[in-house]
């Protein structure tokens, strides 16, 4: 499947490119997918969902009913647990995307979604001991939320930790995949298209 | 569809059947849906995929893929900018579950989380000023977080403002559905079964 893609730029948090507000509450949501009768979807897993589902064979969101209740459950504490408490960390107890962004920071709770990560990280390590992926035997959204979090929390220093040896393996695992291996061109910083 | 159900109790925040921790990362999840086969499966929209997918037709969850990107977006959104922010905001700006729960409270951001509670408000408001579910034209999973979100802040004291008349509106008519006048049984406070 082929995406057209185009950066969004931002100025001041605000997407430059949505003065009706269409991408969301905030104006801040990225990625957005625009459909070809004009409906914007945004929340990457409900890009996930949409984009999983257009050939009628999903394979990263379940197939049948345990399936997408597992994959689900755990893509959603992946987000809880690991992904969005880094986010908070890095938006409150860092510089983050600076001051002109980040206008009100609470450090403290900053700290704890940090601690809240690294528990995360022991969670998802106990997972992978007794399964290969995320969600169970085969790869998933779930896995790619936690591939998500990890990548965000190797850029603002919360590596995993060295006793975390199942969640190591799996990870150096999923750098192999292509999608991993490509990210980094993906995620270019880009010039604001304003 | 009838499902058998039972109250986890709890104690001091920890679910009291949950021994081994199969319920999640920090053993206070519930609901929980346990399989025939011995699966749990929790978190809601999980659970809620799970049920909505079992007879193969969908009535929550949508169907074609833009439903199902559509319906995941808003039920994301309700979730970020009302349901969470109203829960943060009764476990750290008020005495939330008591001062065996609540060992660490961080009010600042809690009172910061009811503002933005209020703003998911006026949000869901603008969505259904043009629409008459939150999700499009047909009722959804992404309405039953929104309605989860408000139950939450009318318990709270958190009302959704007068001048939010469309989601007064909604609102007003999603209390005459069943499953919501029904709420308040299945809600009730039970004895821990410890």
């Not at 394979?59 to 880094?86: C, F, N, Q, V, W």
């Not at 799996?170 to 061109?185: I, L």
Request: with cysteine; glycine share 10%.
């Amino acid at each position: 499947m082929t995406l057209d893609t185009r950066p969004l730029g931002t100025v001041g948090g605000i997407a430059a490119s949505d003065s009706h507000g269409r991408f969301g509450p905030d104006r801040q949501r990225r990625p957005v997918l625009e459909l070809d009768d004009g409906t914007f979807i945004a929340e990457c897993t409900a890009i996930t969902e949409y984009l999983d589902a257009l050939d009628g064979a999903p394979a990263l969101t379940g197939t049948t009913p345990r399936e997408k209740g597992l994959i689900h459950m755990m893509s959603k504490r992946a987000e809880l647990e690991l992904l969005d408490a880094i986010s908070v960390y890095f938006h409150h107890a860092t510089p983050g995307l600076g001051p002109h962004v980040e206008i009100y920071q609470n450090a403290e709770w900053g700290f704890r979604q940090r601690d809240k990560a690294l528990k995360g990280m022991h969670y998802f390590d106990g997972v992978l001991k007794s399964q290969p992926f995320v969600a169970g035997e085969n790869f998933s959204m779930a896995d790619i939320t936690v591939i998500g979090g990890l990548i965000f929390a190797g850029l603002v220093e919360v590596p995993v930790p060295a006793e975390c040896e199942a969640l190591q393996a799996w990870y150096a695992t999923m750098q192999e995949r292509p999608s991993v291996k490509n990210r980094v061109t993906m995620s270019a910083p880009v010039e604001a298209s304003v």
